[in-house]
């Protein structure tokens, strides 16, 4: 199965409405919920960061038996120094983006751990897309 | 401890009513949300100073049954028509975080 969710330019206040979509199918499809919790931290910080950090993007989520795989591209900036940038307490979030409670460096990291496998591909100037895949049922 | 003794006893106005009857085993303060995010368990509830609709987005995906929203915030509207949608009990105290939280581990501890 295969969904898709546009991530638009600056908007916060409906970040997080495709890992809310997301969810609501894996608990119909009847996944376990320790993974759903893993994939919705995951899937919502890369959606948040597509917003803090970057212009949008897009969202394309392929969930089969085994696995599902989550693909957030931004337009943006991209991310100069990447291991720099999975360090636990790194940010460059904006003041306006502090002030809302984002901006721990925790993104990333939290990313990191609620995945199985996770790939950064990022082009400066460009923009950056995450690659995350959880495993079912494992 | 049930949600609805909780607010009795910390004596928190509600401005949308849910869950009362869940039992409460443990909360979470931060106004990080990575960090809640990342560390908050579900069925915790949430005490913070935030007041805008990304609380009941992680709320609703953390499964977090209520927010106490310390020192008499005010929360937006889209975060509390959110709420409604999502039944997240919003909870507001006058008393700073440090208040809420001592009173409320001494509840429940
Ligand atoms: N999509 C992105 N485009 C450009 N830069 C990014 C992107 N995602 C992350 N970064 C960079 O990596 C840093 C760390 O990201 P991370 O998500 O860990 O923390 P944060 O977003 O700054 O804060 P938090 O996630 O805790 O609210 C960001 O501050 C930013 O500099
Ligand atoms: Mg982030």
Known sequence: ????????????????????????????????????????????????NAVAHAYGGKIDVEIDP?????????????????????????????????????GAGMGLPNIKKNTD???????????TTLTMTVYLNA | MILKDIIERLNLKCLN?????????????????SDVMGNARSGQVWITMQTHKNVTAIASLKDIPA?????????????????????ICILVSTEPTFQVCGKLYELIK
């Open chain 1, 1 to 48: 199965m295969h969904y898709s969710f546009d991530i638009e330019r600056g908007n916060f206040t409906d970040a997080g409405h495709a890992s809310a979509s997301v969810k609501r199918t894996l608990k119909q499809l009847n996944v376990e919920p320790a993974s759903i919790k893993r994939i919705v931290v995951a899937l919502y910080e890369a959606e948040i």
């Open chain 1, 66 to 102: 085994e696995k599902i795989v989550m693909i957030v591209a931004d337009e943006g900036p991209g991310i100069p120094n990447v291991d720099l940038a999975m360090t636990e307490g790194w940010s460059t979030a904006s003041p306006k983006v502090r002030e809302m409670g984002f």
């Open chain 1, 117 to 127: 496998e996770l790939k950064i591909d990022t082009k400066i100037g460009v923009g």
């Open chain 2, 17 to 33: 009513e849910a869950n009362l009857d869940a039992e409460i085993k443990g909360a979470y303060s931060s106004d990080l949300l």
């Open chain 2, 67 to 87: 927010v106490i929203i310390v020192r008499n915030g005010e929360p937006d509207a889209d975060m509390l028509e959110h709420a409604k949608e999502e039944d």
